[in-house]
Each structure stands twice: as structure tokens, then as C-alpha cells.
């Protein structure tokens, strides 16, 4: 303390001269700003510039790493949904479909951050992009904020807002996070280098079964938290804007649309909160649409009781486990639960009426029998 007050004194006292101490000043700020950046450059924990140099490549952070895993990436199909994909193995996706795939989990996207990954694969691979592979579930479709404008500056093919990245505190971070686990073991987590599992979650050793389900059950109705909430006007401008779009504008290429199973208490606590006849009318709404396209390949397992009652495949209410995950894709493989006709929409649509009309004292005996636990 006693030199920073000498220091300080000598400044006061004009014993320092000042345009000597402006320049120093100047300097020494422009050396920490080119500094940033360089650091900025060379880890570059978004693959902006280059793949990774000195670290494993990690699939995390999908939205700011998406435009450079879609553009580097070498495939042919592009496997797109929310956190309800991110169980898929690649390998049992290019075995099921003979391909070479690439697969982008948003948690939490909306339909606008899916439309925008897929422009991008498409910009990105023109006409070697033959198959989408999307997972269609009602929650992208009632939201309307996307995550990837956070990290715009990324989808830029120019360079000219690239100081957002150099500088932004989502580049710092990640930095720090890649340089420690890089450095330290503990932080390793293998399932983000494993092109296998891009952009998973890590799910080994997570507990599934009735008891994970309604601990989350528990939660939902604690804080009355729906997974699927409902907004009309979100809906319309979604399926209109951006998903019907996607098939409309590319009729070359081949979109295999499937609705995934919930665990049937999604469904039920929806039920209970007075929301399921909306969304359930708004999937067949959907549906509807759907089979209008012909380069629309759809299927439905929300109705599908060997998925949705069985409490060994979920974690939750809603997420699936790998095990489900590839069950699902040979269901794919022999065109299960395809829909075909307007006829199999509504017939669905009475099943998992049915379905959750069963369900519903049970889920309501569940629920006291495990809040008593």
C-alpha cells in the first residue's frame, strides 16, 4: 500500500510525466486487449477458426458450436430435437438409417433454434444432406425465444462482429473450462469427447425407474411445473414459420418426423393441470399437417404403451434412456407405429386418451405413496 501512495503522490506532484504515463497506460491496455484475443484465437473453445489444437474436440455448448459441427462434420443425415435426443448412440443411428450422421440435442430449444440448425446443415452440405431425422416433441413448438441468438455472431459466414466472440464472457468461460479439464482429471468427462454420444448428457450410473419418475413427478406438482405448456399463439406461428417450412422448401430431401415417447405421467400431470386436451389437440393438429407432405415420413410413440409405461426406460417423466433409444430406432428401421392416413391420427389420438385416462389413478396413487417416502 505505502508504494501504490508514493506512486499516486509522484503522479499529483507531476514528478511522472504525464504523456509518458498515458502511453504506458495506452500500452499496457492494448497489450491485455490483443492478449484476450490471441488467447481467444488459439483456444477458440467454440471451433470458430480451427478444430481443437492442444484438447479432445467436445460436443457441448450446442448452440454456440453448431454452425462449426455442422459445416466441418462429414455426414449425410442430420438428427435434430431437444434434450429428448440427446440418448441416441451415432453408431445405432447410422446402422438403423446406412448412413453417416451427425446429431444436435438442444435442451431446451425451440422449433426457431431447430429451423436454424437445419438451415445451416443445409447451406453447409447442399446436396449430400439426403435425410433429417427430427424429433417432434409439442414443447419446442409453444416456445418462441431461441437460444442461438445469444451466440449470433457464430452463425456469421463474415467476420466482422467476430470481437463479440474474442471478448464475450460465454468464450472466457468455456475457455477456462476446457483449459481445467484439460489439466485436471476429475473434470474429464467422457461422454463430451465421444463423437458416439454428441451432445449427450451424462447418463452413466443416472437412475432410471418408477422412483427417478416420481421424484420428478414430486417436483412437477410442487411447483406446478407442466414439461409440455401450452401456447397456442407460440404453436401456430411455430408449426407455420418454421417447422412446416423445413419440409416446403426442400423437397429433395427425405425428413423421417417421429413424436417421442413421454413417460405416460408427463401426459397425466398435464391432466391434472388442465392442459393435455390442448396439447393433445395441437399433436394432432401437427400430424395433420404432416401427412399432407409427401417427403414426410411420421410415426407416433407417445400412444406407445411398451414405451410410455415402461418405468425402466425413463429418468424422469419425460427423457428416455439409450436402451429406449435404440429400441426406438429399430421401431423406426421397420416402420412402426407409422403413421400413414388422417384415420391413424385420430386413432392415435383415442389411444392416448385412453391411455392417460388409465394411468390417471394410478399416477395419483403413485404420487402420495412416493411424497410419503
Not at 84 to 90: A, G, K, Q, S
Not at 301 to 317: G, L, T, W
Not at 346 to 368: K, V
Request: charged share 25%; net charge neutral; proline share 4%.
Amino acid at each position: 500500500m505505502d508504494k501504490i501512495r508514493k506512486f499516486l503522490q509522484k503522479v499529483i506532484r507531476a514528478e511522472i510525466n504525464y504523456g509518458k504515463w498515458s502511453i504506458l497506460v495506452i500500452s499496457v491496455s492494448l497489450g491485455i486487449i490483443a492478449g484476450s484475443a490471441l488467447l481467444a484465437v488459439v483456444v477458440d473453445p467454440h471451433y470458430r477458426y480451427h478444430e481443437p489444437w492442444f484438447y479432445d474436440k467436445v460436443y457441448y455448448e450446442v448452440y454456440a458450436t453448431a454452425p462449426s459441427i455442422l459445416q466441418r462434420e462429414d455426414y449425410d443425415l442430420l438428427m435434430l430435437g431437444t434434450s429428448m435426443t440427446r440418448n441416441f448412440f451415432i453408431a445405432d443411428i447410422d446402422q438403423t438409417f446406412g448412413c453417416r450422421s451427425v446429431k444436435l440435442a438442444a435442451s431446451g430449444g425451440t422449433m426457431i433454434d431447430l429451423k436454424k440448425f437445419f438451415d445451416v446443415a443445409v447451406a453447409a452440405k447442399g446436396e449430400k444432406l439426403t435425410q433429417v431425422v427430427l424429433s417432434l416433441d409439442i414443447y419446442p413448438l409453444n416456445k418462441t425465444v431461441p437460444h442461438w441468438k445469444e451466440f449470433e455472431y457464430m452463425y456469421r459466414s463474415d467476420h466482422a462482429q467476430d470481437y463479440r466472440y474474442l471478448f464475450s464472457r460465454q468464450t472466457f468461460s468455456s475457455m477456462i473450462y476446457l483449459i481445467k479439464r484439460k489439466t485436471s482429471p476429475k473434470r474429464q468427462r467422457p461422454h463430451q469427447s465421444d463423437r458416439n454420444r454428441m451432445f449427450a448428457t451424462e447418463y452413466d450410473g443416472k437412475p432410471y425407474g418408477l422412483a427417478a419418475v416420481m421424484e420428478d413427478a414430486i417436483h412437477n406438482d410442487k411447483v406446478h411445473h407442466t414439461m409440455t405448456p401450452y401456447d397456442p399463439q407460440a404453436h401456430l406461428d411455430n408449426l407455420y414459420n418454421h417447422l412446416l417450412p423445413m419440409f416446403d422448401e426442400h423437397p429433395e430431401i427425405e425428413f423421417i418426423v417421429y413424436l417421442p415417447p413421454y413417460h405416460i405421467y408427463t401426459y397425466c400431470q398435464s391432466e391434472h393441470f388442465g392442459e393435455a386436451d390442448a396439447l393433445i389437440r395441437q399433436r394432432t393438429m401437427v400430424m395433420k399437417e404432416l401427412l399432407k407432405r409427401s417427403n414426410v415420413r411420421l410415426y407416433d410413440f407417445q400412444a406407445a404403451r411398451e414405451f410410455v409405461c415402461h418405468h425402466d426406460y425413463f429418468s424422469d417423466v419425460q427423457h428416455f434412456s439409450n436402451v429406449a433409444a435404440r429400441r426406438l430406432l429399430e421401431c423406426l428401421a421397420k416402420d412402426y407405429r407409422r403413421i400413414r392416413t388422417v384415420d391413424d391420427v385420430e386413432a392415435n389420438e383415442r389411444e392416448l386418451r385412453a391411455l392417460i385416462a388409465e394411468n390417471m389413478p394410478l399416477y395419483y396413487q403413485h404420487l402420495q405413496e412416493f411424497k410419503g417416502k
